[in-house]
């Protein structure tokens, strides 16, 4: 089933395939993928889901880059949060030396629908997401994966699967959360 998964970027046109997919059984709409992302009002913690939802569609209505969706034929069955890194809240990761020379994108949040775990989608979501970010001019994409005991944060996938596609551990944020990153297109070379 994996093999035929497609990938679009959230957009106003298939929100309510956003929304169907936050929205069925065991997915994403108690957070709707804000947790994470800078808010101008109240934290992202004290703000009911249903603001959470609307914080979300008022970003993707604006056209601001928020993810891909996964579809099975025409069903959204998989969710990857991938934006510029500025989109997210200063706290995912500090800046190093060099960054200013760079476009970097984050990957934050993944969800797969019950039926399609277990069958390599992880490695295919990477994959969109550095095609995805590259095209839209990022030149390095960046993670927070967790170690697989860790109690939290599970979200965000686990080094190892970050580390069989080829990106780089260059430090950590918190006591759980990993950061690595890989070069994109032309850049992977300097």
């Known amino acids: 089933m994996v093999d035929k998964i497609t990938f679009r970027p959230v957009t106003s046109e298939n929100w309510r395939d956003f ?10 709409k108690s957070c709707w993928c804000t947790v994470w992302r800078t808010v101008e009002t109240l934290p992202v913690a004290e703000r009911p889901a249903t603001a959470k939802k609307l914080e979300m569609k ?11 969706l996964g579809y099975f034929d025409s069903e959204p069955v998989a969710w990857c949060s991938i934006a510029p890194r ?7 990761s500090d800046t190093m030396p060099g960054d200013e020379k760079q476009s970097i994108w984050s990957i ?3 969800f797969v629908s019950r039926p399609f775990r277990g069958q390599g989608m992880f490695q295919k979501m990477i994959s969109a997401a550095e095609e995805h970010a590259a095209k839209n001019g990022a ?20 080094v190892s699967a970050f ?19 890989k070069m994109l297109g032309q850049n992977r070379a300097e």
């Not at 008022?58 to 891909?68: D, K």
């Not at 500025?86 to 995912?92: L, N």
């Not at 580390?163 to 918190?174: C, H, I, N, S, T």
């Open 58 to 68: 008022r970003r993707i209505s604006s056209g601001e880059p928020v993810g891909l």
């Open 163 to 181: 580390e069989q596609a080829q990106y780089a551990l260059v430090g950590r944020k918190g006591a759980r959360r990993h950061i690595v990153r």
């Open 139 to 158: 030149t390095l994409l960046e993670g927070y994966p967790v170690d697989p005991d860790s109690p939290s944060y599970r979200f965000g996938g686990y």
């Open 108 to 110: 934050v949040c993944f």
């Open 86 to 92: 500025d989109t997210y809240r200063a706290s995912m």
């Open 19 to 28: 929304e169907k997919l936050f929205e069925s059984r065991g997915g994403l």
